[in-house]
């Protein structure tokens, strides 16, 4: 049976499916801002503190390689933990799951300010890791448990225009709070992040798991789950179309400090320049993706949001044959491939959990584990290899462009 208070909260956020027509509603609001905060705790953990890396070095004594293994130890756990919380919040709910990973997420954020050593920075970013990934896939699950298909897609891409707005002005508080401060106070601030985002979800995040939906978290089950979510073929192809593509942008961020530091020879308050103009693409590129799912199948926008891409590929390899090194150069295409990122990103998101309505939290968890496995390899073994060259970076994301491009052909043209 479903409780009174549980089918009561469930029925009210559910006619949240009317947002397009209502988008002013104010529990409309508040819920996708709710929603795209949860999401934006990922990237203000990893960007805010990138302007603090010279600094973060001389204090704990290590070079810039190894202070970039922080990053790379944050999505490796990210990544794992993903898995044990899908799972989780489709057996004991979603809010939960939410409430216990922000608790950890705060005590590991102070965790990382009181760390005498370097290898206990580590082992705190390690935590942090684990506790943000709980509310980026439960966020997923909820939207995708109150709406139907093509609403989900217009609230994902709404999502993420809010969202967007993290690696824009992450590294710029970063570096004012840096200059200002002195790196200890970027995780006071994530901490004092962490507290508003789990009062928020306290008293606007529905609980959208119902009592008859949940099921076994015994490990056989959920190892059965993630078997069959991983048997199916087309949901491989769809999720790691979008890590690949992905991939190809995040190149860029996990190698922001090399780039901006070592190639453009810039100062820390010059992160803006690399982010402002990304984010722009992926507000834009949300914009018009919640706009054309009214109209067009997730299929057909992913299709002309790849076109899009390709566009700016082939611009980024242009540039290094028609202009000079510096911060436009290296921003104007990336631009416009963020433009396709986040087209695609709500499309194909949907199609991914459609393909397993009663585990949703569970493909959310699948998604993201491979997108920080992805996300893993590109910030511990790529980036250090090709830090301090600006054509690697572009050889790099094209190769990953065009491995998304041939796994979206396939689906495409291959069906069941």
């Excluded at 087309?234 to 979008?242: M, N, V």
Aim: charged share 10%; with cysteine.
């Amino acid at each position: 049976m479903i409780s009174s208070k549980t089918n009561k909260e469930f029925k009210i956020y559910c006619k949240i499916i009317t947002f397009m027509d209502k988008p002013k509603t104010a529990s409309h609001f508040w819920l996708i801002i709710t929603l795209a905060l949860l999401t934006m705790v990922g990237p203000f953990t990893i960007d805010t503190y990138l302007p603090s890396f010279p600094t973060i070095e001389a204090y704990y004594q290590v070079d810039r390689l190894m202070m970039s293994q922080s990053i790379a130890i944050y999505l490796i756990a990210a990544g794992i933990s993903t898995l044990f919380w899908g799972a989780l919040s489709d057996s004991i709910g979603r809010k939960i799951v939410i409430y216990g990973t922000l608790i950890l997420y705060i005590l590991a954020s102070i965790g990382c300010v009181l760390s005498p050593e370097f290898s206990g920075f580590l082992f705190f970013r390690m935590l942090q890791g684990i506790a943000a990934s709980g509310g980026m896939v439960v966020g997923r699950a909820i939207v995708r448990d109150a709406f139907d298909s093509a609403q989900a897609h217009r609230v994902m891409a709404y999502v993420m225009m809010v969202f967007a707005i993290a690696p824009a002005i992450a590294p710029i508080m970063g570096g004012y709070l840096q200059d200002s401060f002195g790196w200890k106070s970027v995780f006071y601030f994530l901490v004092a992040y962490g507290a508003i985002i789990l009062l928020m979800s306290q008293r606007i995040l529905p609980e959208t798991l119902r009592d008859k939906d949940k099921v076994s978290f015994h490990p056989i089950s959920v190892l059965r789950v993630y078997c069959r979510t991983l048997k199916n073929r087309r949901f491989q192809a769809t999720i790691f179309t979008l890590g690949l593509s992905f991939a190809g942008m995040f190149l860029y961020i996990s190698g922001s400090p090399a780039i901006i530091f070592d190639i453009l020879q810039l100062r820390s308050n010059s992160f803006s320049y690399l982010f402002i103009p990304m984010t722009s693409g992926i507000v834009l590129g949300s914009f018009i993706s919640g706009k054309l799912s009214h109209h067009l199948s997730a299929t057909r926008i992913v299709t002309i949001a790849f076109g899009i891409m390709a566009v700016a590929s082939l611009l980024n390899i242009a540039q290094l044959y028609l202009l000079q090194v510096s911060i436009f150069s290296v921003v104007a295409p990336l631009t416009l491939y963020a433009v396709g990122i986040a087209m695609h990103m709500p499309a194909i998101t949907v199609l991914a959990l459609d393909k397993f309505p009663q585990n949703r939290g569970s493909a959310s968890a699948v998604q993201g584990f491979v997108q920080s496995l992805l996300a893993t390899l590109v910030t511990a073994i790529i980036v250090p290899i090709i830090a301090f060259n600006l054509t690697n970076y572009v050889v790099a994301q094209v190769s990953f462009f065009v491995a998304a491009l041939l796994l979206w052909l396939t689906i495409c043209f291959n069906s069941d």
